[in-house]
């Protein structure tokens, strides 16, 4: 049994709000604008799991209007995530996933993203590869208004 989900996630850049993507803090002058920690990466990867699970979105699990999520995580969402996987008898094969972010420059952190993501999936690291783009100062990743993620996993009956 072989099960393949897509996720997409977008948030808005402000002023006075940390940023943090894969589960990293990174220092930058603008953060991810959202009622959890709003770790755009993550967010698409759940997305994802629950996509390949047949089991709705991150909106009908952990809502936004819920006061329990304020400020919450993101790595505690995909960890009950990835226990629902397991509960229904599935396991992470690979993970693939692109953030479009024009600045600043992720190539560093990406190690920190995949260790994170690989212990909150309870897969080996090797499984889970992660890609950071700019879009060429086009759209709304381009002019900084926002940043975008997009993930594929798949996933095997354990
Ligand atoms: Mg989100």
């Known amino acids: 049994m072989f099960r393949i989900g897509f996720g997409y996630d977008v948030h808005r850049l402000v002023e006075g709000r940390q940023l943090v993507l894969g589960g990293v803090i990174i220092a930058h ?16 990867v759940i997305d994802a799991v629950l996509g390949a699970l047949g089991s709705g979105d991150i909106g009908q699990h952990f809502p936004d209007a819920d006061p329990a999520y304020r400020g919450i995580s993101s790595l505690v969402l995909l960890e009950r995530t990835a226990g629902l996987m397991r509960d229904m008898g599935f396991q992470l094969n690979n ?12 190539g560093s952190h990406i190690p920190t993203m995949r260790e994170n993501l690989g212990l909150a999936l309870g897969a080996e690291i090797d499984r889970i590869n992660i890609k950071a ?3 060429e100062r086009l759209g709304f990743c381009g002019k900084q208004e926002g940043m975008e993620a997009f993930a594929v996993v798949s996933l095997f009956a354990a």
């Open 29 to 44: 002058r603008v953060g991810l604008d959202g009622h959890s920690d709003a770790d755009v990466l993550i967010h698409a």
């Open 95 to 106: 993970l693939d996933a692109t953030v479009v972010a024009q600045e600043p420059r992720l």
């Open 133 to 135: 783009t700019t879009s």
